[in-house]
């Protein structure tokens, strides 16, 4: 646990002043790079295979895969970053709808980290992963969501899913709720 903060702490990009921009998000992997991306995520993961399924997904036409290649012992992740001034100081509902193939030894499950500065060093203010609501087995699409209160002080705001362990899980219909009020990109 305490190596996959650190990782996710690793794939930060910390600003040095609050964003104020409204940013699409792409919170349900509609919109495709040239490169048959999801628009605006960062994809990694050493022994996984992390793309868009036109095949399997719960609405739209396309879900985020994370698929295990044998031996698979890492973890993989789609990672998003949010404008710190829209939630500073808010209450936060991160939601989405996950759906598992055999997923052995791991699991799939959202995530929230804000980052932030107290006593002059780098720190994780807010953060929610899901541990203790593994997503895991064989499930059909079912909807899930984690709730934190984002800190006034935060710098730099990272979220997404992440997997781990084997088998195949799909990720869609990410939504956030800050203060009640659905986020929805102007």
Known sequence: MQQLMLILLALSTPSAEKESKDPQLNLDFEEVTEEGKPAAWYLGGKGYDIGLDREVFHTGRASLCFESKPGARQFAVAKGNFPVALAS????????????????EGRIGLWWRVDGREDGKRKILAFDNMYSNPVAETRDWQEYSIELDIPPNGTNINFGVLFTGEGTAWADDLRIVLDGKTYRPR
Do not use: A, R
Not at 95 to 104: H, I
């Open 89 to 104: 100081g808010k209450k936060l509902i991160f939601s989405g709808w996950f759906k598992t193939e055999d997923v052995e």
